[in-house]
């Protein structure tokens, strides 16, 4: 099936579709508004700043508000819309996963990583004065470094890991329960074989045995960061797919439950209402009308 998102990188949000670059950070005052359509995915990370102004965003059906001192932190693929901008002061940084794991074979490091691939926590992180100072000073020297002429994609990564290792610190300082940083790493790996998988009927024991883990284990570390159970996590990843597939294209309720491998469609017509309180039928009418626009 065709993408119903544009899918896009680093090069569309500068307004230079061809370059190929994998980091980029640039200030609100200095950057264009991108040519790029709503709803979208991104194949990067992206971590927004605000330091004066109010903007909302979009993530998968969730309005954020983002307020002075507050970081946002957008991961690839989540569907994104671009909300409303007032008098903004601060700006964005652009990575991807290859320029962070520049000479680092280890892609756990990127999944420690609690605040990106934001799957279960809040993609939103507002600061005090003191931490957004140190964290805007390691911001400012890596928008310096990006402005030489003989700027280093070396040393910007390093200014790069800081300015993420700080994050994590401040996030880790909010946070009643530290997650130990394994089981972050698995539930992370759980949910990107989900993402790749979820149209087939896997079952939580078979995600488990590709993690080489117990199911068991795989349900205390789910439970543990979401308090749902890996079933629970799998229905809705479905769920969160046929909200797309309703709003954002013309299928009729039952060729998305087919497309889902719900071969029942009064069944996923049931599991769907369960899950977000309207039928299929309701939510396409109602939330189509909120944010399609095509």
Not at 112 to 124: Q, V
């Amino acid at each position: 099936m065709k993408n119903i998102f544009p899918l896009y990188g680093i090069g569309d949000f500068i307004n230079e579709p061809m370059n190929p670059t994998e980091f980029e950070i640039t200030s609100f005052g200095d950057m264009q508004e991108p040519n790029v359509e709503d709803p979208h995915k991104h194949t990067f990370y992206e971590v927004i700043w605000i330091e004066k102004g109010v903007s909302t965003q979009v993530i998968d059906y969730k309005e954020y508000t983002i307020a002075p001192r507050t970081l946002f932190f957008i991961s690839p693929g989540q569907v994104h819309h671009f909300g409303l901008w007032q008098q903004l002061k601060g700006g964005s940084i652009f990575f991807t996963e290859d320029f962070f794991l520049l000479n680092h074979q280890n892609k756990d490091k990127l999944f420690e990583l609690g605040f990106l691939d934001n799957f279960y926590a809040n993609p939103l992180l507002e600061l005090n004065k003191k931490n957004y100072a140190e964290i805007t000073h390691t911001i400012n020297l890596l928008l310096s470094e990006r402005r030489r002429k003989d700027y280093s994609p070396a040393i910007a990564q390093s200014l790069l890991h800081l300015l993420l290792a700080q994050i994590q610190r401040c996030v880790d300082a909010q946070n009643k329960e530290i997650v130990p940083k394994t089981s972050l790493v698995i539930y992370k790996k759980f949910k990107s074989l989900l993402d790749s998988h979820f149209k087939t009927p896997l079952k939580a024991g078979d995600y488990a045995a590709r993690l080489h883990i117990s199911p068991h284990h795989l349900n205390h570390i789910i439970k543990q960061l979401t308090g749902k159970t890996a079933t629970e996590v799998i229905r809705a990843r479905n769920i969160l797919e046929a909200k797309r597939l309703l709003t954002f294209t013309n299928q009729t309720v039952s060729e998305v439950a087919s497309q889902l491998n719900f071969f029942d469609s009064s069944y996923f017509a049931k599991l769907f209402k369960s899950e977000t309180g309207m039928s299929p039928v309701e939510f396409k009418k109602s939330i189509s009308e909120k944010y399609r626009t095509r």
